[in-house]
């Protein structure tokens, strides 16, 4: 807060960015929240008039932003605010689209921004809310229902409603608007053969066939979801050893609530068949949470080869790798495979299972 760049929070629709804005006036009186939905304050911000747009900050030092990303050239209106000299107001910026705000944003604020990406709760947030008990006791409910945060504290009917209306139309509101697709239901119907090929390798040409177009639409399609911050994807870990599967990928859900609504399939943990998919999207979600707290600039992948041998997730950051297995059953033993352990510099291996959730505080 006491930087001059400008602060820019990322994040899905729900995850709260408009929630964080109230804490930090909570603990800044002298903030005001415009919100770029409403259509008197975005008609002044688009007109690019300085003087009219610094009227609306009513001398208040903090001046917030929130759904930024409805202003057409919003990063050029910003860009302005940040070079003006007779403004010295610390401006946040609020977005539920990175492809939005982010290429509106991004050439005319290098070096003029701080970015932030918020995710749906932690695990560890979620214990400092409540306790560490009731992480315990939740934990299979976040594999059905994610951590969304208007979603944890409902009761299990209104969860399910509640995540029905997420992951309709609203979650992808901005991919509408601002992409202008001509066939949504094609993208929901994308979605839908994603999330039930988490934990799987993803082949484009058959999610093409599937979906009857383009192997081009298909990738736009997944570029736009990731954008939205719905999903992220993984690629695979490789050294040009001949047997490592090299331009592969896997997509995952930023939250499991909205994976297990795309299928409309809420039932029991202990019922369902694809529980070691949910717990793996779980646990990479949930590390990237982690990561991104703690500031620990690591490239994420994933490893396989030819004849089976495989890792869940490699992290590697400054030339070290650590390697992780993510298995819901205890019971279940896994090794490092021999071949990589053999070729790479492997600093840790872990068997992440719903007995060790704490390795996520």
């Known amino acids: 807060m006491d930087a001059k760049e400008i602060i820019i929070l990322f994040g899905a629709r729900q995850v709260g960015k408009s929630t964080i804005l109230e804490i930090i006036k909570e603990k800044y009186s002298d903030m005001i929240i415009l919100n770029c939905e409403n259509p008197i304050i975005s008609d002044v911000l688009q007109k690019q ?11 208040h030092q903090i001046v917030a932003f929130d759904e930024a990303q409805e202003i057409p050239e919003i990063g050029k ?18 977005g539920s689209s990175s492809f939005e705000l982010a290429n509106k944003t991004g050439e005319p604020l290098t070096g003029r921004n701080i970015k932030f990406k918020v995710f749906p709760l932690s695990i560890s947030e979620i ?13 299979n409910d976040f594999l059905i229902y994610g951590t969304y945060p208007g979603v944890i504290d409902l009761p299990q009917k209104e969860k399910r409603r509640k995540l029905l209306e997420l992951s309709g139309d609203y979650l992808f509101k901005d991919i509408y608007k601002f992409e202008q697709l001509r066939n949504p239901g094609l993208l929901r119907k994308l979605l839908k053969a994603v999330a039930l090929q988490v934990g799987n390798l993803v082949s484009i040409p058959e999610l093409a066939n599937f979906t009857g177009v383009s192997v081009i639409t298909v990738e736009r399609y997944l570029d736009l ?5 719905v999903i992220f994807k993984i690629g695979s870990y490789s050294s040009n050893i001949r047997n490592e599967l090299k331009k592969s990928k896997k997509y995952y859900f930023y939250d ?13 943990v202990d019922e369902r068949t694809d ?10 979600a949930e590390y990237i949470k982690v990561l991104t707290k703690k500031e620990r600039f690591s490239n994420l992948y994933f490893w396989r080869t030819y004849d089976g041998a495989e890792i869940d997730l ?12 993510f298995k819901w059953n205890p019971k ?25 959730l704490n390795f996520f505080r």
């Open 225 to 229: 979801l990731e954008k939205s911050f």
């Open 275 to 284: 529980v070691g998919a949910l717990w793996e999207n779980f646990c990479i």
């Open 127 to 139: 214990a400092a809310k409540k306790s560490w008990l009731s992480v315990l006791e939740s934990r």
């Open 49 to 59: 008039d300085i003087s009219a747009i610094f009227s609306l900050f009513d001398g």
């Open 256 to 268: 499991n609530g909205i994976r297990n609504a795309v299928l409309n399939h809420f039932t029991p």
């Open 332 to 356: 279940k033993k896994a090794r490092i495979p021999a071949s990589f352990n053999e070729i790479y510099p492997v600093e840790s291996y872990q068997v992440i299972n719903r007995d060790n």
């Open 314 to 325: 490699v992290e590697e950051r400054d030339g070290r790798i650590n390697a992780f297995e």
């Open 77 to 94: 209106i910003l860009k302005l605010l940040y070079d003006e000299k007779e403004i010295k107001q610390k401006i946040i910026a609020t």
